[in-house]
């Protein structure tokens, strides 16, 4: 077994935001989230080292990880990745080092490092760009030091080698050059990335492992964070369609990572699927945006927002429909409607325009519609609102009261007509 360290401390200066840099969100979960979830294939002793709003930070993932240990680092003494990895005593005797803003590292990557034998294992990257990372000096195949950017002469800048920043390490060296390290250096930080020179220097082993970039991008800008985003889309559309899902422009879809799709569904253009939603046998025609529901075997939009706490079950959804925690089942509504807090049953048809008034300024409200009923369009629903099965609600009406099996009910102003009003209007001859 091998420890975990997961450096989450720092303060994403770069990010430029009021967030910490590591509760940035990907495909809708933040990026700690995907380095201890895949830590936790590896390890049962995962160390996440917080500084920087560490409240914020330990808040949000203890609401998926409940055996993992907060460490939080003596920042103002040790900053910087040295100062992290100084304040972890983990269990085992290989310990993995991981950066907490590199989201797309998976255990089967972090796996290959176990095979390779040597006191560190770290992983580089080779790039034509290597703006922004730290440069490995590599000679004859053995790593002798890591130069920080910010140190790098313009020469130093110019190797294409950089430090991934993943390693493998015995716990020994942590334990025997952690306490070596300084803060010389432009960013008066404890660098990590010195203990390679130390190592080396003492005769130890360290070898490199040449990794891709797609799977080990550090973000450290929002520039960085849509590009991670990208890629973990790609991750997610692939292994969808490979599935079976059929998907139009993939491009241009967002899907979020806890989003299942089951069968052979269809997602056209535009399309967004967000939370926990689960989209069975159905076809989300283009630009729709489903969030947090539940659509069995029905067809939504285009254009039309299912919204959180939704079932939709042999359902079809048409353009500018919103429909909120509302169940709905064999139902069809067209046309621009809205649909909250209510139940819809079989055979009903919402009229364009239909919209329930679910809210009256303080609380929520529920329309319940029974079977086969035909809602006429532009009616207004003023709940809490009981239309019973087999009844019609005429066009244009605004329904306060409950209606009951069989009826129609009516609400308009009667209709008055005058006579050539248009020419006398105009004071054109008719
Ligand atoms: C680091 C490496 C660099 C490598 C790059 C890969 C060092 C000194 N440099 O640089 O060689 O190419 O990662 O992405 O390690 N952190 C703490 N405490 C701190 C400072 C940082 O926990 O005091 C955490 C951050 O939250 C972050 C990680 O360590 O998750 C890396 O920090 P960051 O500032 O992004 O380092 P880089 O400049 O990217
Ligand atoms: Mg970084």
């Given at each position: ?213 797609e799977n080990f991008k550090g973000v450290n800008t929002k520039y960085d964070l849509a590009n991670a985003e990208r890629i973990h889309q790609n991750r997610i559309k692939q292994k969808l369609m490979r599935n079976g899902v ?185």
């Open positions: 077994m091998t420890s975990v360290i997961i450096m989450a401390a720092g303060a994403g200066t770069r990010m430029k935001s009021t967030t910490p840099k590591v509760l940035h969100k990907i495909s809708g979960k933040e990026m700690l989230y995907y380095s201890i979830n895949e830590a936790a294939k590896l390890s049962n002793d995962i160390e996440v080292v917080v500084y920087h709003q560490k409240d914020r930070v330990i808040q949000a993932m203890r609401k998926y990880f409940s055996d993992i240990r907060f460490i939080t680092q003596e920042h103002s003494k040790f900053p910087g990745t040295g100062g992290a990895v100084k304040c972890c005593s983990p269990k085992h005797n290989k310990v993995f080092i991981l950066n907490g803003d590199m989201p797309l590292v998976s255990a089967d990557e972090l796996r290959k490092f176990e095979n390779i034998d040597a006191d560190i294992v770290m992983s580089v990257i080779h790039l034509d760009d290597p703006d922004g990372y730290g440069r490995v000096v590599i000679q004859n195949n053995e790593v002798i030091k890591i130069i920080e950017q910010k140190d790098a002469t313009e020469e130093e800048k110019q190797i294409k080698f950089v430090n991934a920043g993943v390693y493998l390490i015995n716990k020994e060296i942590l334990e025997k050059f952690l306490p070596l390290l300084d803060n010389n250096n432009a960013s008066k930080e404890y660098y990590l990335t010195d203990i390679i020179d130390l190592a080396k220097k003492a005769g130890k082993t360290i070898k490199a492992i040449e990794v891709k970039e059929i998907m139009h422009l993939p491009e241009t879809i967002f899907i979020e990572n806890d989003v299942k799709l089951i069968g052979e569904c269809e997602i056209e253009s535009g399309c967004v699927l967000k939370g926990n939603s689960i989209i069975d046998h159905s076809l989300i025609k283009a630009n729709s945006i489903i969030e947090d529901a539940k659509i069995t075997n029905s067809e939504i939009g285009p254009m039309a927002r299912i919204r959180p706490d939704s079932e939709i079950i042999d359902s079809k959804i048409g353009n500018f429909v919103e429909i909120k925690k509302s169940a709905l089942n064999n139902v069809k509504a067209g046309h621009l409607s809205y649909l909250g807090d209510s139940e819809i049953d079989s055979g009903t048809n919402i009229g364009a325009g239909t919209i329930t008034c679910n809210y009256d300024g303080k609380n929520k409200y529920k329309t319940i519609i029974g079977k086969n009923v035909f809602i006429g369009s532009d009616s207004q629903l003023v709940a809490p609102l009981t239309i019973e099965d087999d009844t019609m609600i005429a066009a244009g009406s605004t329904i306060t009261k409950n209606v009951k099996k069989g009826e129609l009910a009516i609400s308009r102003t009667p209709q008055k007509t005058i006579k050539n009003f248009f020419y006398k209007f105009f004071k054109k001859e008719g």
